[in-house]
């Protein structure tokens, strides 16, 4: 880990700290209906205290290291009033993270029209998807087969996706949804090498 002084003048020591850093970025833009659990989430993968979590009324970024990628993760709300901005945010993503309350049945419906426009947008045509089904510390959430059902994600052929059951109160799923998504963006990256060498 690099420690930057601000008395930096010369700039020798961010220099030295760029020309040293081999991590591998990407960005990740996390979207959902609202108290889907977005926030919650990554503030778990973050370490940070989850109890009492304010509604994003704009957006968060986060930076998260996982398998030596630096993870840039925009979290953007999910009101209803902050969705037609969503679109400012696809530019250059590498891979989306839509979160669903697998225990809000009445809306799972509103959830799918929602995740199947962004299927629709250009600027995230083939992007990969991880689809976290939340809240499944819950009783009434359902499972994550019976939300892709739902969801129809079987008949999502023009990208790579998953759907991971997860619980961002517990962690649980949280690490193996992640695992995928710098899987399969590694991925991208080597075809895009191969195809340019």
């Known amino acids: 880990v690099w420690c930057v002084q601000q008395t930096d003048s010369m700039g020798l020591l961010s220099l030295l700290r760029k020309l040293h850093r081999t991590d591998k970025e990407a960005r990740i833009l996390v979207l959902g209906l ?3 659990g977005k926030t919650t989430i990554l503030k778990k993968l973050s370490d ?11 957006f968060n970024i986060k930076s998260l290291m996982h398998d030596g990628f630096k993870l840039n993760v925009w979290d953007i709300g999910g009101q209803k ?4 901005y969503w679109r400012n945010y696809y530019e250059s993503t590498d891979a989306l993270i839509f979160v669903i309350d ?3 049945r009445r809306r799972l419906e509103e959830a799918g029209n929602e995740l199947a426009a962004l299927f629709e ?3 995230l045509a083939g992007v990969p998807a991880l689809v976290f089904a939340n809240k499944q510390d819950l009783l009434s959430a359902q499972s994550a ?5 739902s969801l129809n994600l079987d008949g999502v052929r ?5 759907i991971q059951a997860c619980s961002a109160k ?6 193996e949804g992640m695992e995928w998504v710098v899987k399969i963006i590694q991925k991208a990256e080597d075809e895009e090498k191969s195809a340019t060498a």
């Open 34 to 36: 609202d108290n889907a």
């Open 48 to 58: 940070e205290d989850i109890t009492h979590i304010m509604p994003t009324q704009g």
């Open 81 to 84: 009033t902050i969705r037609p």
């Open 102 to 104: 697998s225990a809000d």
């Open 121 to 123: 947008e250009d600027k």
């Open 145 to 149: 087969s019976e939300i892709a059902e």
């Open 158 to 162: 023009d990208r790579a996706w998953q």
């Open 170 to 175: 517990t962690g649980e799923g949280l690490q």
